[in-house]
């Protein structure tokens, strides 16, 4: 084998064997991090709710609705003003509650500032929705592709993979600074505010980290995912 099809063998088993059990061990992590810190009252006791309106106002922004959503469904929905806390997070002091609520604050900040690149992701987001609704088809043709011969079919597949992904990668280059930049927020307000003090900053920052290396795998696996079709496409050619 030459080197070419080296690159290709490696950037699957890299996929596969450090970039997928990797994300999952984050992924546990960060629930784990979520769930004692919900078992941590913050000493002012404040709730994500409360503490959300607050931050709201004391920058100005009064046109926001919050309303009570689903466990770890927290977001802001700009379309129609909206912020989603979990139950879990409205209605409860925990430090993982103010984390969370602030967060989300930090999102309608940044769109209440006109931060580029927030507005950029929404701009991105039709495109971005396409290319998820093409993940799935994609991997079913491939798997169809093994028993086919068809060089044609082979590298029309590479050539939609590199597209998808390449919109994907695009789509969580811009997301991660997003994310950091509305945590960088919530944890300031937070300690300016005195809403966490001593060690539950410390709490929050780790809780809301750990919450951004979510979106720092999320762009490593659609990178080596758009890195494979590229050297798929590269090794078809040379039939």
């Not at 064997?17 to 784990?32: A, D, G, H, W």
């Not at 987001?125 to 798997?143: Q, R």
């Not at 597949?157 to 992904?165: C, K, M």
Request: net charge positive; proline share 2%; aromatic share 14%.
């Amino acid at each position: 084998m030459d080197n070419l099809q080296w690159a290709y063998i490696g950037t699957v088993l890299v996929l596969f064997f450090i970039i997928f059990p990797l994300s999952i061990y984050i992924q546990f992590r960060v629930k784990k991090l979520f769930d004692q810190g919900s078992k941590i009252k913050s000493k002012l006791n404040v709730t994500g709710y409360q503490m959300a309106k607050k931050m709201l106002n004391d920058h100005g922004i009064f046109d926001v609705n919050i309303k009570v959503g689903t466990y770890m469904q927290d977001n802001y929905n700009p379309t129609n003003n909206t912020v989603t806390l979990s139950e879990e997070v409205y209605n409860n002091s925990s430090i993982t509650s103010l984390s969370v609520a602030a967060h989300e604050i930090g999102h309608v900040i940044q769109y209440h500032k006109a931060f580029s690149l927030v507005r950029l992701r929404t701009r991105m987001l039709p495109l971005v929705k396409i290319c998820n609704f093409l993940i799935g088809p994609l991997f079913m043709i491939g798997i169809f592709l093994m028993f086919s011969q068809s060089f044609t079919a082979a590298y029309t597949f590479a050539a939609l993979g590199v597209f998808v992904f390449f919109g994907i990668t695009v789509f969580h280059l811009i997301t991660l600074p997003v994310e950091v930049d509305a945590s960088r927020r919530a944890l300031n307000y937070l300690k300016e505010n005195n809403y966490l003090i001593g060690n539950e900053i410390n709490i929050s920052s780790k809780i809301l980290r750990n919450a951004s290396y979510t979106y720092l795998m999320a762009l490593v696996t659609s990178l080596a995912y758009f890195i494979m079709f590229i050297l798929r496409m590269l090794l078809l050619s040379r039939r």
